[in-house]
């Protein structure tokens, strides 16, 4: 009985539903717009209306909201290129999207039906987009503060395209399919295209953000059982166009958006793992490239394009500098140390020697947290495929305040590993120092460079997270927090993109050589980490885009850009007395300043702006800085 009167109440409806598609769908349309297209222009029987001079008739103005929006706003740009483009590859996308469509689709909509008992399956039996190609209404571009490409697309799509679908529904022990067609998909909709994050690794494109501005205009032929279009019966349309509203409103309509990878993890890279600190102890027996003693300072990389070094040691060449410098190590599988021992001349700087340490498998690497001393080998740069010249200032600097104590290696202290450029042998030798194994490497003959190793992990987000230490979680919620919650105690890694100066002051002769001095000043650390850029000669607008790390800093820090011009070649000259006696000569001149607390860099997570210079009459610098909370891991 019960089943007698479901089947009864579905085909009453079924039928009426039949019944009134078939009336509602002879009635026609008082108006439409078949002549709002390009081909019209080339269509002598199209009348145009004379309306100059004369107001334009509701019935021409009911036209403007299908036309495209370059012929209404002067911000949008044709896209004619684009529109062909996109004509004469949609026989391929055809093929591909509905490929896709299918395959993606499929998994979601059996998932869906796992909560309806009723229906059983839902098949896609067919996707086809049409002969028609979707359009590109116009592009507009905007330009942001942010490092993004942010776009404002309007789309039409007048199409024949049909996707059918078929509902199996079981009552009790009976089966039927349903076939569910739809056709002639007419839609209208304002797209925000933004490609974020600019990386810079080729495609150089991270991700796609697509979100739509409103809710966009659909309309469409909907038939089952080969019933006429359902579409025509009144207020059913409107009931679609509801419904597309609500599944939409929290997936694509803006401020909700979809991001669609382009590069793995959308380009941005995974949090690094620790921290490296390098203590540059001592050299012995460095060689000097050319005539005279050697004034020697070690430059080491882990980051490419980060570099720090140490103080020059001025006419030694068995100098001791006993400083620290920390980095960031982001894979120790793929990561290594370069080590590179420059002359510090006047006029350029020149490679005495370099080594290589590779992380993957390190004593310092699998032991955290324990000192462990390394002695590095040179070798002449030419053997490890460098130029043996590289002029002042290239690449950028860092340099620090001497380290603690006099440390050096003991004669009892081992010496863990020995490694230089090229690739490490694939057979170790035993050590006379404990039987610790030493690479085998070629033998050095610019000297070697002692250092000591300490590695100390991150923890990991949810870890940190999870910490029941005090001031753990506290700690790990540097993001986004507002001035006056910070502390000391927060902390985390700065990193600094240099960008560039703008119209700097010149000197007496109208020219400049500038560079800048970046200097954190950090309440917890005594000795304050100085990063100094390349020298950019002749250029008062010089273009950097180098970047700095400043690692397990207080967010309660300050950082100060100063800009300097650096002295000419006659002034150079003058200063050779100097140099000769041991001393560092003042070779520069203050053009100004600007002063950034890390705190605000906290509050926004990254700020990007052109700030102008302090105790300058012109001048104006631009960087980016970016805030990453870290936790050191407890050992």
């Not at 004509?87 to 039906?113: F, G, H, R, S, V």
């Amino acid at each position: 009985m019960a089943l007698a009167a479901m089947l009864g109440s579905s085909l009453g409806v079924v039928g009426g539903l039949a019944a009134g598609a078939r009336y509602f769908s002879t009635t026609k349309a008082t108006e439409t717009y078949k002549e709002l297209d390009i081909s019209a222009d080339h269509d002598d029987s199209v009348q145009i209306p004379d309306m100059e001079g004369r107001p334009v008739p509701a019935s021409a103005s009911d036209v403007l909201p299908w036309t495209p929006e370059w012929t209404k706003w002067p911000d949008y740009e044709r896209t004619m290129w684009l529109n062909n483009a996109v004509k004469t590859l949609w026989p391929m996308y055809n093929e591909a999207i509905a490929k896709m469509a299918i395959e993606q689709a499929k998994p979601q909509i059996d998932a869906a039906l796992k909560g309806i008992p009723v229906v059983q399956a839902v098949n896609i039996d067919l996707i086809d987009l049409g002969t028609y190609p979707l359009k590109f209404g116009g592009v507009k571009a905007y330009e942001t503060v942010a490092e993004e490409g942010m776009l404002e697309v309007p789309v039409q799509w007048g199409s024949n395209a049909r996707v059918r679908v078929s509902a199996r529904l079981g009552f009790g022990g009976y089966c039927v399919d349903i076939p569910v067609e739809v056709r002639d998909i007419q839609l209208k909709a304002r797209a925000r295209i933004t490609l974020k994050p600019l990386v810079e690794t080729i495609p150089c494109l991270g991700a796609v953000n697509i979100s739509l501005l409103e809710v966009p205009t659909v309309d469409l032929a909907l038939s089952f059982l080969n019933s006429p279009d359902l579409m025509a019966i009144p207020g059913l349309n409107l009931a679609v166009n509801l419904g597309l509203k609500m599944a939409l409103g929290t997936m694509l309509i803006y401020p909700n958006s979809m991001t669609f990878d382009i590069m793995e993890g959308g380009g941005i890279p995974p949090p690094p793992q620790g921290m490296l600190t390098i203590k540059v102890l001592r050299a012995h027996g460095l060689g000097s490239a050319g005539i005279g003693k050697i004034d020697p300072f070690v430059e080491l990389t882990v980051r490419t394009g980060r570099v720090k070094r140490t103080e020059t040691m001025h006419n030694n060449t068995h100098p001791e500098w006993n400083e620290e410098l920390q980095f960031i190590v982001d894979d120790p599988d793929t990561q290594a140390i370069s080590v590179v021992v420059k002359d510090d001349d006047v006029l350029s700087d020149t490679i005495t020697g370099v080594a290589q340490i590779p992380l993957a498998d390190a004593d310092f690497i699998l032991d955290p947290k324990s000192v462990v001393p390394v002695a590095v080998d040179l070798i002449r740069p030419e053997r490890a495929g460098l130029g043996k010249f590289v002029g002042g200032g290239v690449g950028g600097v860092a340099k620090v305040g001497k380290g603690v104590g006099k440390a050096g290696l003991s004669g009892g202290q081992k010496i863990a590993n020995i490694a230089t450029f090229g690739k490490l042998g694939g057979k170790s030798e035993k050590s006379d120092s404990g039987g610790k194994e030493a690479y085998k490497v070629p033998k050095a003959d610019r000297g070697t460079v002692f250092l000591e190793m300490q590695y100390h992990p991150f923890k990991a987000a949810g870890k940190a997270a999870a910490a029941k230490e005090p001031g753990a979680q506290k700690a790990n919620m540097t993001l986004g927090m507002s001035k006056k919650s910070l502390t000391q105690d927060h902390k985390g890694v700065l990193t600094i993109t240099l960008i560039r100066c703008i119209d700097l002051e010149d000197n007496a002769e109208g020219q400049v050589d500038p560079f800048v001095e970046l200097e954190l000043d950090d309440p917890v650390v005594p000795n304050n980490e100085v990063h100094t850029s390349p020298i950019i000669m002749n250029e008062p607008s010089p273009r950097w885009n180098v970047k700095y790390d400043y690692i397990m800093i207080s967010a309660t820090s300050t950082v100060t850009a100063t800009v300097y011009d650096k002295q000419g070649f006659f002034d150079g000259i003058m200063s050779l007395p100097k140099t000769l006696l041991g001393k560092k000569p003042e070779g520069k001149k203050k053009l100004g300043f600007v002063k950034i607390d890390v705190a605000d860099v906290v509050e926004n997570r990254h700020l990007l702006d052109t700030w102008p210079l302090m105790d300058s009459q012109q001048g104006e610098i631009e960087m980016k800085l970016e805030w990453m909370p870290l936790q050191l891991e407890n050992i």
